[in-house]
């Protein structure tokens, strides 16, 4: 590796051409899969930074409770806002980045496993570290998808951060997604969707368009969820697998209040089920 630069902006290149892909090496025992974890990405970046003359300087800045009601219990998760930042031995150093990460509160250990997974987030995306993993799947163990009347406030602060990324560029609306990424996480599926779909238009025309919601509309898209069900349920291969996915989307309480999509899903899941049948019989004979 290269000594220390004397240049902020050199040592970074620097660091960013030393850093290699890193493999996936812990199990993930609730994903059944593998991934990098914090540590990992510690250890791979620590010895490169400090012999390019940088470090990383992290505090955090709020911690607030989200309470709600689960399963007739009161239960709240934690939103912690932190901020990063590269620094370098000659004083200079980079722009502040902010970072929320929301993790329901499991005890003592929340405010570390949310400032290892705003750490990893950051490395990643400050020096475009690979690790392949499709989900940050060590801070999963954890992380579950809010209610909707918890999430409503954070999904319009973080359609409104997509919008005025837009309005900057492709590249600004990359940086918002490795930013935000553990709190769009937590969103609601359908929610999801549709933060995904505004960012995926953004990409594809440089820009967005879309009228700001009503202060009280609801933004759940029956339409787009039902698309969620099927793009869903046509991955099962078996009815446990797809009774699985039915369930873990939620179908039959989000769809409450409307009937007319309600029907179509099971209508969807019906032929699913009929065509796992079928092939089963084919495999069978």
Known sequence: MAENHASFGEAVCAAMADVERLKKADNNDFAKDKYT???DFKDHLRPILASHGLWIAMSEMACDQMPAMKDGKEKYSLRFEFACTIKHVSGSCGDIEPITVILPFVGAQTTGQARSYALKEYLKSAF???SGDSEDADAHDEMETL???EARPLFRELQAELRQAAKHGREAMKTWVGNRKPSISVMPKDWQILLRKEYQEGLATG???RAE???NSDPFDPE???AEIEESIAKAKSEDALTEAWDALDVEASLTDHEDVLQRAFNLRKDM???IEQAANLMAG
């Open 128 to 130: 475009l570290a690979s």
């Open 273 to 275: 089920l009929k065509n």
């Open 147 to 149: 209610s909707k009347q």
């Open 213 to 215: 919601p009503e202060e």
């Open 224 to 226: 787009l969820f039902l």
């Open 37 to 39: 974890s914090v540590d």
């Open 207 to 209: 820009t967005l368009k």
